[in-house]
Nanobody, 111 residues
């Protein structure tokens, strides 16, 4: 059964860092792009970062220079390193692989 499981969320102060992980129990993981999305309270789901099968990444403007997406194809893992976190980064973060979604992990940035 295809499944993505996120972990690593939590409460952090502004300026802090978190590293999110996504374990992908899927077939052909290395053949497709993977993405991180987030949904903040009262807002639509937002694409945060994508990474291609070869490791090329893209980011939404608001996180450029602060977030880094990476993948380990052998382990079928996806990561999102989040530095210099801001209160506006507060959201539920979701891992996505094709039509498969994780359950989400809460990231709260607050003083």
């Amino acid at each position: 059964q295809a499944q993505l499981v996120e972990s690593g969320g939590g409460l952090v102060h502004p300026g802090g860092s978190l590293r999110l992980s996504c374990a992908a129990s899927v077939n052909f993981f290395s053949a497709y792009a993977v993405a991180w999305y987030r949904q903040a309270p009262g807002k639509q789901r937002e694409l945060v970062a994508t990474i291609t099968r070869s490791g090329s990444s893209k980011y939404t403007d608001s996180v450029k220079g602060r977030f880094t997406i990476s993948r380990d194809n052998l382990k079928k893992m996806v990561y999102l390193q989040m530095n210099s976190l801001k209160p506006d980064d507060t959201a539920v973060y979701y891992c996505n692989f094709r039509d498969v979604w994780g359950q989400g992990t809460q990231v709260t940035v607050s003083s």
